[in-house]
């Protein structure tokens, strides 16, 4: 079993399913409702449980109920939450998410207060076959890329707008959202994007891109890996559940076309299920999907 240890964002989301997204400040009413464990890093986590790793999660969660909430879903995800520290007088993080019909949404995040950038506690961090980061918490990020290093094994990023770039510097694969590697490049063309990025920093780069599937650099050539066609409830966490899946492929040793593979067919399964996470698809049905869709 490969053992990921994850670095950044968890929180809970509560989620409302709306026909359309709100756009004028009046009341609106949600269809259906749920509280959900959400953040980038958390959901990676409980998507590498699911899958068949160990999925270890580094985090700054407030002394507060919605930090035992955050803990209590981990814990009965299989998640190992030794390393999630609880700060006192810190408040954790929260979102309010809308998905509309067509399963897309819309959030907005809190992220947490009084919560301190210390990541030193990181230095005990176990013997692992693979990092991952979400980039939010910057001093996290660069203290997991540096432990990937001083262990050999990979150090994936999720890259969201806005990236530190001393956290790519360290990173041996780093996985863009499209607004993070535009932010970047300050460029929108995303082949013209990637190829810029890539000769930057001294790292496989590659972008995911919802419907549109993913990008990636090999051998200064950019390839395409279309998205697999499925029916859309709910994209919630399917980008978190994609560098889950993706980082738990490497750390089995698979290539970066094969995880890229094996990433779209979790995330896409999780898109035909209503609910965040909670949608995030075991084992045997991702690798029987793949089977079917190959």
Known sequence: ?????????????????????????????????????????????????????????????????????????????????QFVRRIEGGRSAFSSVYVDKFGERQIVN??????????DWLKHAPKADAF??????????????ELAIQQDVPGIVDAE??????????????????????????EEDIVKALLEVDSQFSTWVCVTDGANG???????????????????????AAGDIWHG????SLAEGA???DAIKFASAAAALKCTKLGGREGCPNRPVTEKFLKENT
């Not at 993913?214 to 994209?235: C, I, L, M, R, W």
Request: with cysteine.
């Open 255 to 257: 290539t970066e076309s």
């Open 110 to 119: 809190f992220r947490g207060a009084n919560l301190g950038n210390d990541s």
């Open 161 to 186: 707008d806005p990236i530190d770039p001393e956290i790519l510097k360290l990173a041996s694969h780093v996985a863009f959202s499209r607004k993070g590697l535009a932010g970047l490049a300050n």
């Open 1 to 81: 079993m490969a053992n990921i240890f994850i670095t950044g964002m968890a929180v809970v989301d509560f989620v409302f399913s709306v026909d359309e997204m709100p756009q004028l400040a009046e009341k609106y009413r949600a269809d259906n409702a749920g509280v959900v464990g959400g953040g980038c890093a958390a959901n990676a986590a409980v998507a590498i449980a699911r899958l068949g790793g160990q999925a270890t999660l580094a985090t700054r969660l407030g002394s507060d109920q919605l930090g035992e909430l955050i803990v209590a879903d981990l814990e009965r995800e299989n998640v190992e939450t």
């Open 245 to 248: 899946a993706f980082a738990l």
């Open 214 to 236: 993913v990008y990636s650099v090999n051998a200064g050539q950019v390839e395409h890996f279309p998205a697999y066609v499925v029916p859309v409830k709910d994209t919630l």
């Open 132 to 145: 991952l980061t979400d980039s939010r918490w910057v001093e996290g990020a660069v203290k997991s890329m």
